[in-house]
């Protein structure tokens, strides 16, 4: 197994959301994204080409999208399809949330708590795991060299990593345990905040704020 890093995006997946809240559900699936346009599977109908502001359904209408995500508006509520990943419309029962605000390049920081010491995590949908650089490791106490050895492909080549399971990471008022995570030893200089951890939460963005909300 490979891990993408930041600039290593999947080119295909499928993102379904779930319509529980909806008298008739709507489960539309990802597997296409370009500016302004998303490749969509409605309701296990074959895929088909929407533009920004076409209706996907009665209730769902296409309002954003780029090459990392779509965003619909499903009964007047908004819901972020990230490539890659589930996305639940029915409310999480756990109530954890967090807001994040982008920077003015329109990137999304994490103030995070790993093992109890504070670091700075980027939002990057397109990694599969969190990923952190070796001499962040080190400093958060991580023995990364007792993990599962691996490669990655990154912009330099590949490069040696290693897996392994955090024990405790926490961002605001959401907490996870044991959450896997890569350790780079080269060509990564900014610790990433990846599916392993996005994978457990709603993801909502309006404007320059994205909410992450505790699913399980």
């Given at each position: ?94 109530g954890s949330s967090v807001v994040l605000r982008a920077d003015d390049r329109g990137h999304f920081t994490a103030p995070a708590m790993i093992n109890g010491i504070s670091i700075s995590m980027l939002v990057d949908t397109g990694a599969s795991l969190i990923a952190l650089p070796a001499t962040e490791a080190t400093r958060l106490g991580i023995n990364y060299k007792q ?70």
């Amino acid at each position: 197994m490979r891990l993408p890093v930041k600039i290593l995006k999947l080119l295909i997946a499928v993102c379904l959301v779930t319509g529980t809240a909806l008298a008739h559900a709507t489960d539309i699936g990802v597997v296409g994204l370009f500016p302004g346009k998303a490749i969509l599977v409605v309701d296990g109908a074959s895929p088909k080409t929407y533009t920004v502001g076409s209706n996907i359904s009665s209730d769902a209408k296409l309002v954003d999208a780029d090459r990392e995500s779509a965003t619909v508006l499903i009964n007047g509520k908004r819901q972020v399809l990230v490539m890659g990943r589930t996305v639940h419309r029915s409310a999480p029962s756990s109530g954890s949330s967090v807001v994040l605000r982008a920077d003015d390049r329109g990137h999304f920081t994490a103030p995070a708590m790993i093992n109890g010491i504070s670091i700075s995590m980027l939002v990057d949908t397109g990694a599969s795991l969190i990923a952190l650089p070796a001499t962040e490791a080190t400093r958060l106490g991580i023995n990364y060299k007792q993990g599962t050895p691996n490669s990655a492909d990154t912009a330099g080549g590949v490069v040696k990593t290693y897996h392994v399971k955090l024990d405790k990471i926490k961002i605001g008022d959401v907490e996870l345990y044991q959450v896997d995570a890569s350790i780079l030893e080269q060509g990564l200089t900014t610790p990433l905040l990846g599916m392993s951890f996005l994978n457990r939460m709603d993801m909502r963005r309006e404007g320059d704020q994205m909410t992450l909300t505790k699913r399980y």
